[in-house]
């Protein structure tokens, strides 16, 4: 959903008219920095779960799946959906 927004917010940056379909464009403007932010965060702690769970059994690490886990959070920081 926050990249849709980024893509939203991007187009009407170009192409400025208030508001389209209820999605007010000055609120996604001001939004920019802290989707920016969270993605940055995401991406660190995507790289955070992959350095210490090097660290967990290998019996954990398959249960729960931590390098499916930090592949997905790589992908969202980037834009991408899970």
Sequence with gaps: MIDN????????AAHPVG???GVDIEALRQAAP?????????ADAAEDVASWSSYADKYFR??????GAVERYKKLSDGGES
């Design 62 to 67: 398959e249960k729960h799946d931590l390098a």
């Design 34 to 42: 802290e989707i920016k932010r969270l993605r940055a965060a995401l």
């Design 19 to 21: 508001t389209v379909r």
């Design 5 to 12: 927004l980024q893509r939203l917010y991007e187009w009407h």
